[in-house]
Nanobody
Framework: QVQLVESGGGLVQAGGSLRLSCAASGRTFSRYYTMGWFRQAPGKEHEFVAAINWSEDTDYADSVKGRFTISRDNAKNTVYLQMNSLKPEDTAGYYC??????????????????WGQGTQVTVSS
């Protein structure tokens, strides 16, 4: 099994920055897993934010390109989401996810096998 624990959420003013972290653990976790971030605002569906595979190829939603950066530290089994120039519409619960299938960069929620509990990001105007 794989456990994912997010941290780093909070309240920030528009234009500010936050860095989210997701620590992975578990007997079957591997640095070859693709890691992704999704978000869900109240009353809305989960939305893909960013993904990074084992070779550090990345993909981003159009709404966050140029503002958010996903990265990983395999020595720490941790993936990060640096969020800059935050907007009120970025307000959501942010969820880390892991896909064990080698090399992919999936953007659909159902393609990820493991999920964290989420961390709340609130951006005030």
């Amino acid at each position: 099994q794989v456990q994912l624990v997010e941290s780093g959420g909070g309240l920030v003013q528009a234009g500010g920055s936050l860095r989210l972290s997701c620590a992975a653990s578990g007997r079957t976790f591997s640095r070859y897993y693709t890691m992704g971030w999704f978000r869900q605002a109240p009353g809305k569906e989960h939305e893909f934010v960013a993904a990074i595979n084992w070779s550090e190829d990345t993909d981003y939603a159009d709404s966050v390109k140029g503002r958010f950066t996903i990265s990983r530290d395999n020595a720490k089994n941790t993936v990060y989401l640096q969020m800059n120039s935050l907007k009120p519409e970025d307000t959501a619960g942010y969820y880390c996810a892991a896909d064990p299938r080698y090399g992919r960069l999936p953007i659909r929620r159902k393609e990820y096998d493991y999920w964290g509990q989420g961390t709340q990001v609130t951006v005030s105007s």
